[in-house]
C-alpha cells in the first residue's frame, strides 16, 4: 500500500498555518507517497460575499494552484503532489465548480459538506443540534455525492461535533448517507483531525465508531484524511498509525488512494 494524505489545507483559508513547502517536506519525513491539496474552495459568491478565516479569496485561486504545481515539479520524483479544493454542495455555483475543475485542470475535489446551501446564508451543519438539522445534512450530503464531482465524502459524521448522542436520527443518517456512499462509488473518510474533547458534548466528535460500525456493516470504503491545518499534522506519525490500526475491520474496503481526474 502506499501512503497518501488527500486532505491538506494551507493557510490561505485563514485558520490554518505553515507554507505549502513545509506541508510537502512534513510529508516527505513520514515516507508519504503522495500529498494532495485540497484547500477550502473560494466560492465566486454572487453578492460578493467574502468568508474570512473559513476560506481563501477567489482572488487568491490562481495563486494557489501556482504553488501547488510549482511543488509538483520541484518534488517529481520524490513526492506525488495533487492539486484539489474541498467543497460544500451549493446548488447555485455547482455549475460553476464543474466548469473550474476542468478550466483549472484539477485533479480532485472532496465533499466537505460544511454549510447548508451556502455559508452566507445557511447553518454550519458542524453545529447540528435537532433531528431536523441532521435530516437537511443528510439531504444535502446526498445530493452532493449523486452529482459524481467528488472522489471522497470528507468527515461524513462531522454532524457529531455538536449532537448530543448517537441516537436512533443518527443511525438512520449514518446508514442514508453509506447506502448513497455505496451505490454512487464514492468513499468516506475516516477524518482523525477532530480527535478533541467538545466544550458542548464532552466527548470526542469524529471520527465516530458508532457510524463507522455502521459503515462496516454497508461495505462502504474508507480512506484516511488527516485534515492537516498545520505541517505538524504531517510530521507526527501518531494520528495515522491509530487510524490504520482501527480501520483494520474494513480490510480490503480501506483504500490508500483515488485516481487523478487528469490520469
Not at 455555483?93 to 452566507?120: F, P, T, V
Not at 449523486?146 to 446508514?175: K, Q
Amino acid at each position: 500500500m502506499i501512503k497518501a494524505n488527500y486532505h491538506t489545507h494551507t493557510a490561505r483559508c485563514g485558520h490554518a498555518e505553515g507554507t505549502d513547502e513545509e506541508y510537502v517536506r512534513a510529508a516527505l519525513s513520514q515516507g508519504f507517497d503522495e500529498l494532495g491539496f485540497s484547500d477550502h474552495v473560494p466560492w465566486p459568491y454572487h453578492s460578493g460575499f467574502s468568508s474570512p478565516g473559513v476560506r481563501m479569496h477567489i482572488r487568491e485561486l490562481d495563486g494557489y494552484l501556482a504553488s501547488v504545481r510549482m511543488l509538483q515539479k520541484k518534488y517529481a520524483g520524490r513526492l506525488r503532489i495533487l492539486a484539489g479544493f474541498e467543497c460544500e454542495y451549493f446548488p447555485a455555483y455547482m455549475g460553476w465548480l464543474r466548469d473550474i475543475a476542468g478550466e483549472k485542470r484539477l485533479d480532485y475535489l472532496i465533499l466537505g459538506n460544511h454549510y447548508d446551501q451556502s455559508d452566507e446564508t445557511g447553518m454550519y451543519f458542524g453545529a447540528t443540534r435537532t433531528p431536523a438539522q441532521l435530516r437537511a445534512y443528510v439531504e444535502s450530503t446526498i445530493r452532493g455525492v449523486e452529482t459524481g464531482m467528488f472522489a471522497y465524502l470528507a468527515h461524513p459524521d462531522l454532524f457529531m461535533r455538536r449532537y448530543p448522542a448517537f441516537d436512533g436520527n443518527c443511525r438512520a443518517a449514518a446508514r442514508d448517507l453509506c447506502q448513497a456512499c455505496r451505490e454512487n462509488g464514492v468513499p468516506m473518510e475516516y477524518n482523525v483531525h477532530d480527535r478533541f474533547l467538545s466544550p458542548i458534548t464532552h466527548r470526542k466528535s469524529y471520527p465516530h465508531p458508532e457510524f463507522f460500525r455502521i459503515a462496516l456493516e454497508e461495505s462502504v470504503r474508507v480512506i484516511v484524511g488527516l485534515d492537516a491545518h498545520e505541517p505538524r499534522e504531517l510530521s507526527d506519525p501518531t494520528q495515522w498509525n491509530l487510524a490504520a490500526r482501527e480501520l483494520e475491520p474494513f480490510g480490503e474496503l480501506h483504500i490508500d488512494r483515488i485516481t487523478s481526474a487528469n490520469e
